[in-house]
T-cell receptor
Framework: NAGVTQTPKFRILKIGQSMTLQCTQDMNHNYMYWYRQDPGMGLKLIYYSVGAGITDKGEVPNGYNVSRSTTEDFPLRLELAAPSQTSVYFC?????????????FGPGTRLTVT | KNQVEQSPQSLIILEGKNCTLQCNYTVSPFSNLRWYKQDTGRGPVSLTIMTFSENTKSNGRYTATLDADTKQSSLHITASQLSDSASYICVVISTGNTGKLIFGQGTTLQVKP
């Protein structure tokens, strides 16, 4: 299993540009998540999905959109990039939301908006 | 407000020494607590998972403790190695449909030869 994969690894955007961060998992997990990690801060949940076709907002959803057309893929869309979106983005997945169930994280995408 | 606070913010120790990282939380209702290791430029990887009824859990040289009464946890690293240099993140899971994870800001550990 490749686990959770993310592309790209790095990206520099200009203000106002748009892009999609890709996330794929091959563990047949129902739950998928997008987090952002700012320097010196804990990870913050942007969006999550409990299954194909179902998504919901997390703690910091403004400026982002998601879709979940398949179990495997959970792309994160930035429509109008802003400097405040400069961060490291992590995708994660888990089989369920039960407490003991493990969340597996991807390697991250480092995004800079200038 | 549900919070997870870690201390110290950063720590430097010599190879072979032991260290203890602290985590205090105010999350309620509480489901379980996890410690993650995050190497530079990588995603977090789980070290231990403890439910409220467990007060200690080991994973090799890593031992986590939990006191649900005082809402404190610690991660003890024994006989540190250079590869232990990383950020260690305390994560508390609140009960509920989404199993919401609440992350601490992490402790950055540097092990020097």
């Amino acid at each position: 299993n490749a686990g959770v994969t993310q592309t790209p690894k790095f990206r520099i955007l200009k203000i106002g540009q748009s892009m999609t961060l890709q996330c794929t998992q091959d563990m047949n997990h129902n739950y998928m998540y997008w987090y952002r990690q700012d320097p010196g801060m804990g990870l913050k949940l942007i969006y999550y999905s409990v299954g194909a076709g179902i998504t919901d907002k997390g703690e910091v959803p403004n400026g982002y959109n998601v879709s979940r057309s398949t179990t495997e893929d959970f792309p994160l869309r930035l429509e109008l990039a802003a400097p405040s979106q400069t961060s490291v983005y992590f995708c994660a997945s888990s089989y369920s939301s039960r407490g003991p169930d493990e969340q597996y994280f991807g390697p991250g995408t480092r995004l800079t908006v200038t | 407000k549900n919070q997870v606070e870690q201390s110290p913010q950063s720590l430097i120790i010599l190879e072979g020494k032991n260290c203890t990282l602290q985590c205090n939380y105010t999350v309620s209702p509480f489901s379980n607590l996890r410690w993650y290791k995050q190497d530079t430029g990588r995603g977090p990887v789980s070290l231990t998972i403890m439910t409220f009824s467990e007060n200690t859990k080991s994973n090799g040289r890593y031992t986590a403790t939990l006191d649900a009464d005082t809402k404190q946890s610690s991660l003890h690293i024994t006989a540190s190695q250079l590869s232990d240099s990383a950020s260690y993140i305390c994560v508390v899971i609140s009960t509920g449909n989404t199993g919401k994870l609440i992350f601490g800001q992490g402790t950055t550990l540097q092990v020097k030869p």
